[in-house]
Each structure stands twice: as structure tokens, then as C-alpha cells.
């Protein structure tokens, strides 16, 4: 059983350097989300694609945030000029289906800590 | 707008039974979900209503109105690996069927 799976699962940073984040839906999902999540919070919704098509951005996110899912299956999650604002968890999450009931699985997560 | 309220933190016995409060605001309400997260873990699927009433799933139970905009989730003859944060999403059609998730309740099991 291959859940989401995302990498890696700790990114320690300095303000300005550029991170990258991969995250591996379950292979028949075709909704991949990222969320980030700080401590006591719930999941903040950054963006979201529908196989290769990115459906969705949150006017929340800056355009420092950047994602891809070139091909359907993994997709990227750029965060370029880090700021210390910018530490916290970031989640991934896939489903199947379109509008319907669909419940998201979650990957691990990466805690990212900018210094 | 949307809003989800939920209670921050909340103390209950072992072996008792706990009901954990949500209530909403949303113009295009199409479910509602509850989630379980450990401290440092991802969320994991609980349950999800749609329709009015009580869903129940072995020790778990929830409920929803839609007309109050409210939903609860009941845990009975708790043990101490429930301690964990119970999170409340509803999805938004007016949103693209996103996930709208309020902030946690934090439950801690006292033995």
C-alpha cells in the first residue's frame, strides 16, 4: 500500500535561498492539494491540480510559491527567497474524483525551518 | 464569508465520552469533513457528512444540521491514544469544492 509520500520530511534554510519540496500523490488519484500548516492551526489551502492542470491558487500566496505537476503523477512545490515567515509545515494531499465526496489522503509533510 | 469555529483545547477522562463542536459559515456548503491529527503527524479521514444526522463509525460518531450550521463529533470509552487535535473542514462548491478547515481542537486524555 504506497500512500502519498513526500520528501523530504525536513528542510532547514537560510533567509533568501530558494527550497524545493516533492510530494508523490497515490498513483490512481488524479487531485493532488498543497496546504501549509503552522502550529495550532488548521491546513491553509495554497493551491491544487487536476491531473496536470493547476485548477486553483490562493490569492494568499505570493508569487514566491510555485508549483508543477508536469505529467500528472508527482508534483513540485518552489519556494524561492525564503522568508522566516515562509516555516512551517507544508502538506500534501490527493483524491479521486471530481466535486463528489473525496476524501483527501495526506502525505507525511515537510517541516520547513527558515534560519 | 466563511468561518469555522471550533473549541482550542479540550480535557476528558479515560474510558469517558467527549463531544467535539463545530459550527460554520458558508455560502455553498457540499460536506463536511473531520479529521484526526497527531502532533507532528499529517491528518487522517475520521468522517464526512452531507446529509443531516449522525454518521457513526465504531467508537466515533458525528453528527450535522445543516440549517444550524453545525456539526459534532462524539468519542466514546476514550483511550489515551486519542489525545490528539480534531480538525473540521467543510467543502465550498462556491469555492471549487475546496476544503474550508478550521483551526483544531486540541484533546488531551487524562487517565
Known amino acids: 500500500d504506497t500512500g502519498v509520500s513526500q520528501n523530504p520530511r525536513h528542510k532547514i534554510t537560510k533567509r533568501g535561498q530558494n527550497v524545493t519540496f516533492r510530494c508523490d500523490p497515490i498513483s490512481e488519484h488524479n487531485r493532488l492539494y498543497w496546504y501549509r500548516q503552522t502550529l495550532g492551526q488548521g491546513p491553509e489551502f495554497l493551491t491544487y491540480f487536476q491531473n496536470e492542470a493547476q485548477l486553483e491558487k490562493s490569492r494568499l500566496l505570493s508569487d514566491r510559491f510555485s508549483a508543477e505537476r508536469p505529467k500528472g503523477s508527482f508534483s513540485t512545490l518552489e519556494i524561492q527567497r525564503t522568508e522566516q515567515g515562509d516555516s512551517a509545515m507544508y502538506l500534501c494531499a490527493s483524491s479521486w474524483g471530481v466535486g463528489a465526496y473525496n476524501e483527501q489522503f495526506f502525505g507525511p509533510g515537510t517541516r520547513l525551518t527558515v534560519l | 464569508g466563511q468561518n469555522i469555529d471550533q473549541p482550542t483545547e479540550m480535557t476528558a477522562t479515560e474510558g469517558a465520552i467527549v463531544q467535539i463542536n463545530c459550527t460554520y459559515q458558508?455560502?455553498?456548503?457540499?460536506?463536511l469533513f473531520w479529521y484526526q491529527q497527531h502532533a507532528g503527524e499529517a491528518p487522517t479521514f475520521l468522517s464526512y457528512n452531507v446529509l443531516d444526522g449522525l454518521e457513526e463509525k465504531g467508537r466515533f460518531s458525528s453528527f450535522l444540521s445543516r440549517s444550524k450550521g453545525y456539526s459534532y463529533l462524539l468519542l466514546k470509552e476514550l483511550q489515551m491514544k486519542d489525545s490528539a487535535s480534531y480538525l473540521c473542514a467543510v467543502r465550498d462548491r462556491h469555492s471549487n469544492y475546496q476544503l474550508i478547515w478550521g483551526a483544531g481542537t486540541k484533546l488531551i486524555i487524562k487517565p
Open positions: 458558508t455560502s455553498g456548503f457540499n460536506g
